[in-house]
């Protein structure tokens, strides 16, 4: 079954890097993705990675896959106090209608000064 | 783009009364997700549409609750009769076919509250 499970909450100093871990079962995943939910707002999509890679860097943000140990990681270098938000990493799955997404249970990342 | 549009922002009704809520997909996009989220759940995937079909609707909890999309610009959730328990951030969310990718946007959500 699809089961996608993440620690609840993380707490960081300003300037230092966070690391945000995820568990996932679906190894047939092709996709994985990682979304920002900002209270009061719908999840933004922040990146994503494809299945047969095992990093990806966009700015400040690292993806790491692990396939073998059905783990992804987000690394957010130089944490800023606007990155406090719940961090959710999402796997895409093959349904008879299509690909649909399972998301996480989200991390809540608590930026301190 | 205005992105995805959701209505209302805040729905505060009581139990036994119908909820309907509204999304506008963003233009162009052939896939649009209803979701639930409560603090005991997390995100639940209630229904899905392509192409206004509805394609997969085992997410939504009981007869109650009907998805509709009558065309590529509107889609409404209904909740007849309410309940306490529905009490929840009801998100649409629509994305594009991708080969696979499911880069999905949210609308900002419907928070209801059932008496």
């Known amino acids: 079954g699809e089961d996608v499970e993440q620690s609840l909450f993380l707490s960081v100093r300003e300037g230092d890097s966070s690391v945000i871990n995820c568990t996932y079962t679906d190894s047939s995943s092709t996709y994985l993705y990682w979304y920002k939910q900002e209270p009061g707002a719908g999840l933004q999509l922040l990146t994503y990675?494809?299945?047969?890679?095992d990093m990806k860097q966009d700015q400040r943000l690292t993806v790491l896959l692990n396939k073998k140990d059905k783990h992804l990681s987000l690394r957010i270098a130089d944490t800023q106090t606007g990155d406090s938000a719940i961090y959710f990493c999402?796997?895409?799955?093959?349904?008879?209608?299509?690909?649909?997404?399972?998301f996480g249970t989200g991390t809540q990342l608590k930026v301190e000064l | 783009d205005a992105g995805v549009i959701q209505s209302p922002r805040h729905e505060v009704t009581e139990m036994g009364q119908e909820v309907t809520l509204r999304c506008k997909p963003i233009?162009?996009?052939?896939?649009l997700f209803w979701y639930r989220q409560t603090m005991m759940r997390g995100l639940e995937l209630l229904i899905y549409f392509n192409n206004n079909v509805p394609i997969d609707d085992s997410g939504m909890p009981e007869d109650r609750f009907s998805a509709k999309m009558p065309n590529a610009s509107f889609s409404t959730l209904k909740i007849q009769p309410s309940e306490p328990r529905d009490s929840a951030v009801y998100f649409c969310?629509?994305?594009?076919?991708?080969?696979?990718?499911?880069?999905?946007?949210f609308g900002s959500g419907t928070q209801l509250s059932v008496l």
């Open positions: 969310a629509s994305s594009a076919a991708d080969r696979g990718n499911e880069k999905l946007f």
């Open positions: 233009s162009g996009h052939d896939y």
């Open positions: 999402a796997e895409s799955t093959l349904t008879g209608g299509g690909n649909k997404l399972t």
């Open positions: 990675i494809f299945s047969n890679m």
